[in-house]
């Protein structure tokens, strides 16, 4: 199982969009639970959101609730993450994770066994 962020990270303005998306190369893409979690220099890597197999469950931390949104395409086998009304606190590398198997604690990192590049999101204020 692999996963690589694509194209969808960059520079925005405070109050503007952008949407990440995440391809993963396993077959049975409805099988694996995925996750969003960002970092910052100097920071642990924090969680925004997760979504279960197949896509009807999500979680979102406190932070981002009504602000951003994930999502998952099974045909795409693609997870996306819309993110509105952007902070500068929000700029961040943006990391995809996912795990055949559902972790409670899937807010932290360690929950998860697969993990994707990252994509840089900045804000500009």
């Known amino acids: 199982l692999r996963s690589s962020c694509r194209v969808g990270g960059g520079l925005v303005q405070a109050g503007g969009s952008l949407r990440l998306s995440c391809a993963a190369s396993?077959?049975?893409?409805?099988?694996?639970?995925m996750a969003w979690f960002r970092q910052t220099p100097g920071k642990e890597r924090e969680f925004v959101a997760a979504i279960r197999r197949p896509g009807i469950r999500t979680y979102y931390a406190d932070s981002v609730k009504g602000q951003f949104t994930i999502s998952r395409d099974n045909d795409k086998n693609t997870l996306y993450l819309q993110m509105n009304s952007l902070q500068p606190e929000d700029t961040a590398v943006y990391y995809c994770a996912a795990d055949l198997i559902w972790n409670v604690q899937y807010g932290t990192p360690t929950a998860w066994h697969y993990w994707g590049k990252g994509t840089q999101v900045t804000v500009s204020s």
């Open positions: 396993e077959r049975t893409f409805t099988n694996i639970h």
